[in-house]
């Protein structure tokens, strides 16, 4: 069946240092991937995502490229801040209902 | 513009008490989805509404777990005899419409922390 691996965490970084958190997919078909990002005390919200092969998502200064050939998603961004700090999930739709198929969380924690 | 509502935002329960939790979806939004988060896991998916009808209830755990939803609105989330690994944030999220491959977001609400002892 389809799933979604994520690098553990947590991972600690210092602010301004570079990001990457892998992520890996499993699917039949062509799915759409996701990033999405859950700060303290607020619920799930999408970051990114990108729909077909070779299609780069991006925001807020994070970028994610769907590389079919090596079914992976890796969440980047050149320098993180303190406001960074959360729980970032990577997720995959490949059905017709639009259900989410989710990875474990990866926790990011940036300290000044 | 209201996001999606769940309450109760915390409830502590007996082991083998029966629970509801409640998800108000963004108006006008006819998918609706049920997932659960166990303390440092992934999302579980649940359930899958399309309307009032849940063509998708293949995440549900047992036959202790049900849901239901009214119209396009309100959905109810029931746990009967509870047990203690059924302690877990309870996520609700919804999104526009049907979604034709791969292209939905799903819009989450804060979720339902469920305590069991």
């Known amino acids: 069946g389809n799933s979604v691996t994520q690098m553990e965490g947590p991972v600690t970084l210092s602010e301004e240092a570079f990001l990457t958190i892998n992520c890996t997919y499993t699917?039949?078909?062509?799915?759409?991937l996701f990033w999405y990002v859950q700060y303290p005390g607020e619920g799930l919200q999408l970051l990114l995502k990108?729909?077909?092969?070779?299609d780069k998502g991006s925001n807020k200064g994070f970028e994610a490229t769907y590389r079919k050939e090596t079914t992976s998603f890796h969440l980047e961004k050149g320098s993180v801040q303190v406001s960074d700090s959360a729980v970032y999930f990577c997720?995959?739709?490949?059905?017709?209902?639009?259900?989410?198929?989710f990875g474990q969380g990866t926790t990011l924690q940036v300290k000044p | 513009g209201a996001g999606v509502s769940q309450s109760p935002s915390n409830k502590v329960t007996e082991k083998g008490k029966d629970v509801e939790l409640r998800c108000d979806p963004i108006?006008?939004?006819?998918?609706l989805y049920w997932y659960r988060q166990r303390l440092g896991q992934g999302l579980e998916f649940l359930i899958y509404f399309q309307g009032n009808s849940a063509p998708d209830k293949s995440g549900l755990p047992s036959d202790r777990f049900s849901a239901e939803r009214t119209g396009e609105s309100v959905s109810t989330l029931t746990i009967q005899r509870t047990q203690q690994e059924d302690s877990a944030v309870y996520l609700c999220?919804?999104?526009?419409?049907?979604?034709?491959?791969?292209?939905?977001?799903?819009?989450f609400g804060e979720g339902s922390r469920l305590t069991v002892l």
């Open positions: 699917a039949t078909g062509y799915p759409s």
């Open positions: 108006s006008g939004h006819t998918a």
């Open positions: 997720a995959l739709s490949s059905s017709n209902t639009g259900k989410l198929i």
């Open positions: 999220a919804s999104s526009p419409s049907r979604t034709s491959t791969n292209t939905g977001e799903l819009f």
């Open positions: 990108a729909t077909k092969a070779d």
